[in-house]
């Protein structure tokens, strides 16, 4: 069984930065694809970022390109989001995800985060 848990989230204000935890259990936390994903209130939940298990492969959304960083270290079974000139329209809750393929759809993910929610004030 693998578990998620992430932290980091809370309120900043536009143009602040934040960075995002997400800590993995399991022993095969190298072999895992990780991805970041993104619900607003009343919106599906969006792709923000994924990294491949070696994290020589690194995706992004178009609205983040540029202001985010995906990063990983399998030596602490961790992987990070670096969120920086934040935007009003990045208030969501953050969800971290790990599978077996790089991908940007959720469904491509089979286990999952609690998530945390960052509020980013204008």
């Known amino acids: 069984q693998v578990q998620l848990v992430e932290s980091g989230g809370g309120l900043v204000q536009a143009g602040g930065s934040l960075r995002l935890s997400c800590a993995v259990s399991?022993?095969?936390?190298?072999?895992?694809?990780m991805g970041w994903f993104r619900q607003a209130p009343v919106k599906e939940r969006e792709f923000v970022a994924a990294?491949?298990?070696?994290?020589?492969?690194?995706y992004y959304a178009d609205s983040v390109k540029g202001r985010f960083t995906i990063s990983r270290d399998n030596t602490r079974n961790t992987v990070y989001l670096h969120m920086n000139s934040l935007k009003p329209e990045d208030t969501a809750v953050y969800y971290c995800?790990?599978?077996?393929?790089?991908?940007?759809?959720?469904?491509?993910?089979?286990?999952w985060g609690q998530g945390t929610q960052v509020t980013v004030s204008s």
């Open positions: 990294i491949s298990w070696s994290a020589g492969n690194t």
């Open positions: 995800a790990a599978g077996r393929f790089l991908g940007t759809t959720p469904h491509g993910y089979t286990y």
């Open positions: 399991g022993r095969t936390f190298s072999s895992y694809v």
